[in-house]
């Protein structure tokens, strides 16, 4: 069922449940107290009728005097005196229930209705018999309104249903407005048209947030897209250029017949082609392999100082004259803070192409790694004195197989910072990076330690 029909059910039944109470509420108490008066009327009038008839004193006179001049008569009055033998349902000509009887045996004012026609009786005692005093009179007024109360309780209940109905349909239909404009334009937004965005609406209610979490959502998207797509189209290039080279000189090798020094060039061409060929499928592997959650690799705890010492010589076993100085002045002094729960594996590697490509691109300069413990994070910054990364090329070079346009002369194939990048991701931190061409580069690996 929709939500706006969902919406008005619960508001037509809720509406309902309120005034159909309060309804009754008024009807009962209404009903109570309305003929309360009248009843006291009836009773004066058994208690005048008993005093006049049954008891022989010097007043009677006077009351009923009284009776004639002050108190009128009511429509239909008539009163009934009951010998002891009467006192019972069906031993007297009046048709009332046994209860009210009873009651009356019991000494008690005895009160009964039937529709419009009242009833009230007493017990009396004179001195030869006993007798009940019955007096019935209609009300007129009472119960008049009492049935109009009626009436205009249940109109009024039915048209306030009706009138909840609407304003509960209206009232949702209003409020879900809004959402079926993002549902329609949702539907809209297929693969080929990612750039589509929702109209975002002034304001902070629900609604606009959740078409800005959409638009949020469609941005990662459509980067998520781009990033596969050229990923894709450069990764058969990398992967074709060394293969094509090898066949290449496979055929020459062929023609050229054998010529001893010909073929060792080939060979060794062959060989640093394959090598390529191996060293882009391993980091593809990694990258593939560090996308994955993290949850099927080890996990375990890491003291980052010790790690960064292991780094430090095995970045030196392949740039031997790179200086690379830790700088840990700004160490927590709790030793506690520098073990992190980390994939020891892959943060080593993601570390270590940063130390490499800053002991690389600065040909081999002093490169300082700086650890510190800030507002919750273990940030480990390396920083160089090289060549830097020109100003268009910052944005772009964690995109798989970027390569900024000074490197030339170094050695790469543009995979180590994703796949660090990756890896930083998995552990929950983050990367920042700040560069100058020709000055020099600090890479800060953020990592959360708690
Ligand atoms: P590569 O194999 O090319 O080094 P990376 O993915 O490690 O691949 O780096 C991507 C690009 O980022 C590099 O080609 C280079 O242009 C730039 N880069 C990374 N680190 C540095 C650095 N310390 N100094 C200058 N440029 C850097």
Request: charged letters at 25%; glycine letters at 4%.
């Amino acid at each position: 069922m929709e939500i706006a029909k969902k919406i008005t059910i619960l508001f037509a039944i809720l509406s309902a449940v309120i005034i159909g109470l309060l309804s009754g509420f008024v009807w009962y108490f209404s009903n109570e107290f309305a003929f309360e008066d009248f009843y006291k009327r009836l009773e004066t009038r058994v208690n005048i009728t008993a005093q006049t008839q049954l008891f022989e004193n010097a007043n009677n006179e006077a009351y009923a005097e009284l009776r004639n001049q002050y108190l009128e008569r009511l429509p239909s009055e008539r009163s009934f005196i009951l010998q002891a033998d009467q006192i019972s349902a069906g031993s007297n000509k009046l048709k009332l229930p046994q209860s009210f009887y009873n009651k009356i045996k019991t000494g008690k004012t005895a009160r009964y209705r039937q529709q419009n026609q009242f009833y009230a009786g007493r017990y009396f005692k004179n001195k030869d018999h006993a007798y009940a005093v019955i007096v019935t009179a209609k009300d007129p007024f009472g119960f008049r309104e009492l049935k109009d109360l009626q009436k205009i309780l249940i109109i009024g209940f039915f048209l306030s249903l009706i009138l909840s109905f609407v304003v509960g349909w209206r009232f949702s239909n209003y409020m879900l407005s809004p959402l079926r404009n993002i549902i329609r334009s949702v539907k809209k937004i297929k693969a080929e048209n990612l750039h589509i965005r929702l109209d975002v609406k002034q304001g902070s209610d629900e609604m606009s947030q959740l078409a800005e979490t959409f638009n949020n959502m469609l941005n990662r998207l459509e980067t998520a897209f781009e990033t596969q797509n050229n990923f894709i189209s450069n990764a058969s290039h990398e992967l074709r250029t060394p293969l094509t080279i090898i066949s290449g000189e496979v055929e020459l090798a062929m023609k050229t017949g054998q010529d001893p020094e010909k073929q060792q060039q080939t060979l060794n061409k062959i060989k640093e082609e394959t090598e390529r060929l191996e060293h882009i499928i391993t980091s593809l592997l990694g990258l593939a392999q560090s996308g994955f959650n993290g949850k099927n690799q080890p996990w375990e705890e890491v003291r980052m100082d010790e790690l960064l010492w292991d780094i430090r010589s095995t970045v030196n076993q392949v740039y031997p004259n790179c200086r690379i100085e830790i700088d840990f002045s700004n160490l927590p002094e709790d030793e506690e803070l520098l073990t992190l729960k980390v994939n020891k594996n892959l943060i080593r590697l993601a570390i270590s192409n940063v130390v490499s490509n800053a002991c690389k691109y600065s040909d081999q300069r002093t490169v300082v790694i700086r650890i510190e413990h800030t507002r919750k994070m273990l940030s480990i910054a390396v920083v160089d004195q090289g060549i830097g990364i020109p100003e268009n090329d910052v944005q772009h070079i964690f995109e798989p197989f970027y390569r900024a346009s000074n490197t030339n002369d170094y050695k790469g194939y543009g995979v180590g910072l994703p796949l660090t990048l990756n890896i930083v991701r998995m552990h929950r931190g983050s990367i920042a990076i700040k560069s100058k061409e020709g000055s020099g580069t600090e890479i800060k690996i953020l990592l959360p330690a708690f």
